[in-house]
């Protein structure tokens, strides 16, 4: 892929992931503070209303680590176009076909090792 096509990709990419960022930050902030004023109001809540703001806050905090993942990705593509490895497996050294980085421009791998690193790593 042309290093110019794959840096605009990945530049919108982080754009757009600084824009969901800053959304899940506001939905765990959100979240966090209607938790509080439902402490400090010292009334009883009911357990499936309990429950509900922890599936919330559960939510949120996960969009913000989902997020964070992605973001480090993108940034980790954009710094290896910098130092010259961008495009290369890193398992085999092999070229990463376009089709594939047209795709998911922040890959590390060819579609033959797409399993070697794992989803989180």
Same mark, same amino acid.
């Given at each position: 892929?042309? =290093?110019?096509?794959a840096?605009?990709? $990945?530049t919108a990419e $982080?754009?757009?992931?600084?824009?969901?960022?800053?959304?899940?930050?506001a939905?765990?902030a959100?979240s966090?503070?209607?938790?509080?004023?439902a402490?400090? &109001?010292? *009334?009883t809540? +009911? =357990?499936?209303?309990?429950?509900? /703001?922890?599936?919330n806050?559960? /939510? &949120?905090e996960?969009?913000?680590? *989902?997020?964070? $993942?992605? %973001? %480090?990705?993108v940034?980790?593509?954009l710094?290896r176009?910098?130092?010259?490895t961008?495009?290369?497996?890193?398992?085999?050294? *092999?070229?990463?076909?376009? @089709?594939?980085? /047209?795709?998911?421009? @922040?890959?590390?791998?060819?579609? @033959? +090792?797409?399993?070697a690193?794992?989803?989180g790593?």
């Amino acid at each position: 892929m042309n =290093p110019d096509r794959a840096r605009e990709m $990945l530049t919108a990419e $982080l754009k757009e992931l600084d824009d969901r960022a800053e959304f899940a930050a506001a939905s765990a902030a959100e979240s966090a503070s209607g938790d509080l004023a439902a402490n400090e &109001s010292g *009334t009883t809540q +009911h =357990p499936a209303d309990f429950g509900t /703001e922890i599936t919330n806050r559960m /939510e &949120s905090e996960g969009l913000v680590r *989902t997020v964070e $993942l992605q %973001r %480090r990705r993108v940034q980790d593509a954009l710094d290896r176009l910098d130092d010259g490895t961008y495009g290369r497996c890193t398992v085999c050294g *092999t070229e990463i076909d376009d @089709e594939r980085l /047209e795709a998911r421009p @922040e890959v590390v791998t060819c579609r @033959e +090792h797409a399993d070697a690193i794992p989803v989180g790593g």
